[in-house]
């Protein structure tokens, strides 16, 4: 079995190998912590997205989905507080006054220079950016004389913000300088806070009630050399949960058991888990902690949960001068109606991409099944079976006899139920290998015996393991194992 790192390797391999994952515009050479989806991991993706938002909307009391926008109003922005406060470290070179991004330039100096010592200084990089030590990045630059492509001098500012927000001009005239300009929404929370009220009226709300939200945000990264773990443009899976001021610990300690629950049902163990309570608190926060999953580059968040208080509505009602209250015609425990408040908000916000590293790391296994008699090894993706790409695979013996037509008649009553895969050609072996290695956990072999006995041979993807099942009992018995 590969060791930890090699792991990591081993599933950026097979993900490109087998059509889950690839870089972005890969024939120029790709685009930085930009992926592109293939025909399974795409599968994949939507069936970990889906069953989030069943199990968020459908199976909780009082949550509803929205699907916003990724363009908002700019003042959202300032708002939120992305405008002042969403920002990575950057520098000018004093000469050619060119601006750097200081990842960029220390990436680029590092690329210069032989495999170990490019590889040491990007890791010193990457210590000082997690410590937002600015002075330490400019001393880093300095002391390896990094200079200016223009300029070619090493005469530079101090480190200071850049934000991480990407923006783009707005319609198809640019007018005066920051007129139009526009911004890709970094995260798809202010989505669901602007529509509160919109929601909150339309679907007859009443308070604790949840509004959730599946859809792309976009962060110029700094460090983005992770994979599908930290991309430039990726998908979140947002919660807002509105409550009343006051019952915040409460609901906070409520999400976080429940959120766990979520991950545990993916038939992930709970040592695979930790909770991280953030001692440094977001500007907007009261509480907040991160649900780590132990990827094979270690213990890393993979969602977070955030008590926001009522910071997100008060100021979009500060800036937008319309009120965001709620009237909650309840009383208290004294009979006094609770009557105009700002709602509290609890979030749950996990990114879906690395849900799907998280799924991946999970599932990849390296097998090896040599015997005296011959070496011989597998690779295969233990999906849980909702998750998997692909549900059956249908395999006909050969590819004559009637057989196909059989399988082929499998193949109709099945598919609009689940997604199915057909293969008449090569070796049985083989066709269960290549199934293996994208997680299909049912295959269904249709010989010359079928033909007499109305009986297929079901082939187990963990196990290996095969048995005679009734053909028409099939599809009954994949439903149940995806449920
Ligand atoms: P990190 O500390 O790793 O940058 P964050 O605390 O900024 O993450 P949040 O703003 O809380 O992340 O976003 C919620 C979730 O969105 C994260 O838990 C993560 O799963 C996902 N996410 C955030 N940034 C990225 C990214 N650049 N690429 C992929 N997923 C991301």
């Not at 977070?304 to 009237?327: A, P, V």
């Not at 095969?466 to 028409?472: G, N, V």
Request: charged residues 30%.
């Amino acid at each position: 079995m590969a060791n930890d790192t090699n792991k990591f390797q081993a599933i950026i391999s097979h993900c490109k190998e087998y059509g889950f994952i690839f870089p972005s515009s890969e024939i120029y050479d790709g685009l930085s912590a930009v992926y592109d989806y293939g025909q399974n991991g795409s599968e994949l993706k939507k069936n970990i997205r889906d069953y989030w938002w069943k199990w968020m909307t459908q199976l909780h009391d009082n949550i509803v989905g929205i699907d916003a926008a990724i363009f908002m109003h700019p003042t959202t922005w300032k708002a939120s507080g992305h405008v002042d406060n969403f920002s990575d470290p950057m520098i000018d070179n004093k000469d050619s006054k060119k601006r750097y991004r200081v990842d960029h330039l220390i990436e680029a100096f590092a690329d210069t220079l032989p495999k170990e010592a490019g590889e040491a200084i990007l890791q010193q990089m990457d210590q000082l950016l997690a410590k937002e030590d600015f002075a330490g990045l400019k001393k880093l630059i300095e002391d390896n004389k990094m200079k200016c492509s223009v300029s070619g001098t090493c005469n530079w500012t101090d480190v200071r913000q850049f934000n991480l927000m990407f923006s783009t001009e707005f319609g198809s005239v640019s007018g005066d300088e920051g007129e139009n300009m526009v911004y890709l929404r970094p995260e798809t929370a202010q989505g669901i806070f602007v529509n509160f009220l919109n929601v909150q009226k339309t679907g007859r709300m009443k308070i604790p009630f949840g509004i959730a939200q599946v859809g792309k945000a976009f962060r110029n990264e700094i460090v983005a050399r992770q994979f599908i773990f930290r991309m430039r443009e990726f998908e979140q899976m947002e919660m807002q949960f509105f409550i009343r001021p006051g019952t915040q610990k409460q609901w906070y300690e409520y999400w976080k058991e429940e959120r766990m629950k979520w991950h545990l049902s993916l038939g992930i163990s709970p040592e695979q888990y930790r909770f991280h309570d953030h001692v440094k608190l977001a500007h907007y926060a009261d509480a907040a902690c991160d649900i780590e999953y132990n990827f094979p580059i270690g213990f890393k968040e993979v969602e977070g949960i955030h008590s926001r208080t009522d910071f997100d509505l008060r100021n979009h009602q500060e800036f937008s001068k319309k009120k965001m209250q709620y009237f909650d015609a309840e009383t208290d425990e004294n009979g006094k109606p609770y009557g105009n408040y700002i709602p509290y908000v609890i979030e749950t916000s996990i990114g879906l991409d690395r849900s799907v590293m998280m799924v991946l790391s999970e599932a990849y296994e390296e097998q090896d099944l040599s015997t005296a008699e011959k070496q011989d090894s597998r690779v295969l993706l233990k999906f849980p079976p909702k998750l998997a790409p692909v549900k059956l695979a249908i395999l006909p013996l050969v590819k004559k006899d009637g057989l196909p037509e059989i399988a082929r008649q499998l193949m109709d009553e099945c598919r609009a139920s689940f997604r199915c895969f057909y293969e008449e050609k090569d070796a049985i072996g083989k066709r269960y290998r290549r199934q293996d290695a994208i997680g299909t956990p049912f295959c269904v072999t249709i010989d010359h015996q079928t033909k007499e006995d109305g009986m297929v041979t079901i082939r187990y993807r963990d196990s290996m393991e095969q048995e005679r099942i009734l053909l028409k009992d099939v599809k009954e018995l994949v439903e149940k194992a995806i449920q």
